[in-house]
């Protein structure tokens, strides 16, 4: 990162941070807004008392569970879409309805039936991830250049062969973009399940705040997941644009 | 086959259902998971007094002026951002973090500082639409292609001539994907701020459903969001097609 950027984001971090402090008591009700202070005290206190580890270690572990069941399922049923054209017209128009169903929705549905215990909120993530895993993995797979399939076929490529060797490289830089919507979508998900229904996590942290009860959690909640969300899609940048130097797949920022 | 592919559609709603039937009536409690006779009894009652109606046109109106207001206040910032490499740098960091924190988790702030109004619910949809439409506005007001600029300048266009007619034009595609996705994130946003607090709505429906023991509503209330969001996602990608002609070359695949 140069040093003209880093200049930029202290100056918008510095700006950001001084409108939050004279909001803060003055705008907003300290108990709506608490002032960075007090979040700070607080932020420090959580820290300490290994409490934030805690909500996040929480939330990041029903994201570990929920995404990556749905992500290998999503993979699975995604590409054998792109193979097998019974299964796309099969699946393609119900997983085209419940695309447009946000988790959130489901979470009251996912708590009747599965009760308040984390199978329900490890579900409502395994739900998403499978739908945009899916799609993806699907568009991946019907995306294959045809010169690619034919040419393999002129030099006497096999169904199999062609499927594995052709189309499944031919798609990785959609399954690696449906992987990553996906992570994306998950932390979504696992905000909306403990937001709704839980007394631990990320999620439960920020909601805490609606009776007014814990304000600065709320900030704490936000920073964290937002910083979360940011360092973990970061990291997953970093890694793809490592491993797949192979094929020249890179992934920009945004 | 022509049949086949409009059939299809049937097929998997009839195996859809087929499935529910006997998941109703063998692995899941029937008082839990209601046959599909029984959901669709409810929802014909609910039809005929007209309540569905109510409560979808609620969630519509909100998401209408929340989306609104989105894009009249996203798309100008995100073609400041486009041009301007100072702009870029001062808010693309801020909003690459609040881009990882779902419209979800601003609804405890949003309900704490408007209160359980109108205003706190437009304020969510707004805040889901907003980053995106900038984000992606942006990217296409910098992606226009120099060599059309330096065309219209070499031809004597002036400043406000290649912004209207080169730049704006250029950008057109990434903006209408841009406000595509942030419908979806609109669709969530109101759903899930009517579950936590409002008295009427689609994401009300759901939530009291699951008060007042009545799983079939909540059925129904999931079922409809799909469908509404299928509509407009539909509704949307039409008008896109229609206003898209003339970019034939940014056809969407879908």
Same mark, same amino acid.
């Given at each position: 990162?140069?040093?003209?950027?880093?200049?930029?984001?202290?100056?918008?971090?510095?700006?950001?941070?001084?409108?939050?402090?004279?909001?803060?008591?003055?705008?907003?009700?300290? $108990?709506?807004?608490?002032?960075?202070?007090?979040?700070?005290?607080?932020?420090?206190?959580?820290?300490?008392?290994?409490?934030?580890?805690? #909500?996040?270690?929480?939330?990041?572990?029903?994201?570990?569970?929920?995404?990556?069941?749905?992500?290998?399922?999503?993979?699975?049923?995604?590409?054998?879409?792109?193979?097998?054209?019974?299964?796309?017209?099969?699946?393609?128009?119900?997983? #085209?309805?419940?695309?447009?169903?946000?988790?959130?929705?489901?979470?009251?549905?996912?708590?009747?039936?599965?009760?308040?215990?984390?199978?329900?909120?490890?579900?409502?993530?395994?739900?998403?991830?499978?739908?945009?895993?899916?799609?993806?993995?699907? $568009?991946?797979?019907?995306?294959?250049?045809?010169?690619?399939?034919?040419?393999?076929?002129?030099?006497?490529?096999?169904?199999?062969?062609?499927?594995?060797?052709?189309?499944?490289?031919? $798609?990785?830089?959609?399954?690696?973009?449906?992987?990553?919507?996906?992570?994306?979508?998950?932390?979504?998900?696992?905000?909306?399940?403990?937001?709704?229904?839980?007394?631990?996590?990320?999620?439960?942290?920020?909601?805490?705040?609606?009776?007014?009860? #814990?304000?600065?959690?709320?900030?704490?909640?936000?920073?964290?997941?937002?910083?979360?969300?940011?360092?973990?899609?970061?990291?997953?940048?970093?890694?793809?644009?490592?491993?797949?130097?192979?094929?020249?797949?890179?992934?920009?920022?945004? | 086959?022509?049949?086949?592919?409009?059939?299809?559609?049937?097929?998997?709603?009839?195996?859809?259902?087929?499935?529910?039937?006997?998941?109703? /009536?063998?692995?899941?409690?029937?008082?839990?998971?209601?046959?599909?006779?029984? %959901?669709?009894?409810?929802?014909?009652? @609910?039809?005929?007094?007209?309540?569905?109606?109510?409560?979808?046109?609620?969630?519509?109106?909100? %998401?209408?002026?929340?989306?609104?207001?989105?894009?009249? &206040?996203?798309?100008?910032?995100?073609?400041?951002?486009?041009?301007?490499?100072?702009?870029?740098?001062?808010?693309?960091?801020?909003?690459?973090?609040?881009?990882?924190?779902?419209?979800?988790?601003?609804?405890?702030?949003? %309900?704490?500082?408007? &209160?359980?109004?109108?205003?706190?619910?437009?304020?969510?949809?707004?805040?889901?639409?907003?980053?995106?439409?900038?984000?992606? &506005?942006?990217?296409?007001?910098?992606? &226009?292609?120099?060599?059309?600029?330096?065309?219209?300048?070499?031809?004597?266009?002036?400043?406000?001539?290649?912004?209207?007619?080169?730049?704006?034009?250029?950008?057109?595609?990434?903006?209408?994907?841009?406000?595509?996705?942030?419908?979806?994130?609109?669709? @969530?946003?109101?759903?899930?701020?009517?579950?936590?607090?409002?008295?009427?709505?689609?994401?009300?429906?759901?939530?009291?459903?699951?008060?007042?023991?009545?799983?079939?509503?909540?059925?129904?209330?999931?079922?409809?969001?799909?469908?509404?969001?299928?509509?407009?996602?539909?509704?949307? /990608?039409?008008?896109?097609?229609?206003? @898209?002609?003339?970019?034939?070359?940014?056809?969407?695949?879908?």
């Amino acid at each position: 990162m140069d040093r003209e950027k880093a200049l930029y984001i202290s100056i918008s971090i510095a700006i950001i941070l001084g409108t939050w402090w004279l909001t803060s008591g003055t705008l907003f009700h300290e $108990a709506i807004l608490p002032s960075p202070p007090q979040v700070a005290e607080r932020f420090w206190e959580m820290i300490i008392t290994a409490e934030l580890l805690f #909500h996040l270690g929480i939330s990041l572990k029903r994201i570990l569970i929920g995404g990556v069941l749905g992500c290998s399922l999503g993979f699975i049923i995604g590409t054998s879409m792109g193979g097998i054209k019974l299964m796309r017209d099969i699946l393609e128009p119900p997983f #085209h309805f419940f695309r447009n169903i946000p988790p959130v929705a489901l979470v009251p549905l996912a708590i009747t039936v599965l009760g308040i215990g984390e199978t329900s909120k490890v579900s409502v993530i395994v739900y998403i991830t499978i739908i945009s895993m899916t799609l993806n993995c699907a $568009a991946g797979m019907m995306s294959t250049p045809q010169i690619r399939i034919r040419a393999a076929l002129c030099l006497g490529a096999s169904p199999r062969d062609i499927f594995f060797r052709i189309v499944l490289p031919s $798609a990785w830089p959609y399954i690696l973009t449906g992987l990553r919507v996906a992570v994306g979508y998950s932390f979504m998900a696992v905000v909306a399940a403990e937001m709704i229904a839980a007394d631990k996590g990320i999620g439960f942290l920020i909601m805490q705040s609606i009776l007014i009860i #814990h304000p600065r959690e709320m900030v704490i909640g936000l920073v964290m997941l937002g910083g979360i969300g940011l360092l973990g899609d970061r990291i997953f940048l970093m890694a793809i644009n490592r491993l797949m130097r192979r094929y020249m797949i890179t992934m920009k920022e945004a | 086959m022509i049949v086949w592919s409009r059939a299809r559609i049937l097929v998997s709603s009839i195996g859809i259902i087929l499935l529910w039937w006997l998941g109703s /009536h063998t692995i899941f409690n029937p008082k839990l998971v209601p046959p599909p006779i029984v %959901v669709a009894i409810s929802f014909w009652k @609910m039809i005929a007094t007209g309540e569905i109606w109510v409560h979808i046109g609620v969630s519509l109106r909100r %998401v209408l002026i929340g989306y609104l207001l989105g894009i009249v &206040t996203a798309v100008p910032i995100g073609v400041a951002m486009g041009r301007s490499k100072i702009v870029e740098n001062l808010l693309g960091p801020p909003l690459q973090f609040m881009r990882n924190i779902t419209p979800l988790a601003i609804i405890p702030f949003a %309900v704490n500082a408007f &209160t359980v109004g109108e205003a706190s619910k437009y304020f969510i949809i707004w805040y889901g639409s907003v980053i995106t439409i900038i984000l992606n &506005t942006a990217t296409g007001v910098s992606l &226009t292609p120099q060599i059309r600029i330096r065309a219209a300048q070499c031809l004597g266009a002036s400043p406000r001539d290649i912004f209207f007619r080169i730049v704006m034009p250029s950008a057109w595609p990434f903006i209408l994907t841009g406000l595509r996705v942030a419908l979806g994130f609109c669709f @969530m946003g109101v759903v899930a701020a009517e579950m936590v607090a409002a008295e009427n709505g689609i994401g009300f429906l759901i939530m009291q459903s699951r008060n007042m023991l009545l799983p079939e509503q909540m059925f129904i209330g999931i079922f409809m969001l799909g469908l509404v969001g299928l509509i407009t996602d539909r509704l949307f /990608h039409v008008s896109i097609r229609r206003l @898209m002609r003339r970019y034939m070359i940014m056809i969407e695949q879908d």
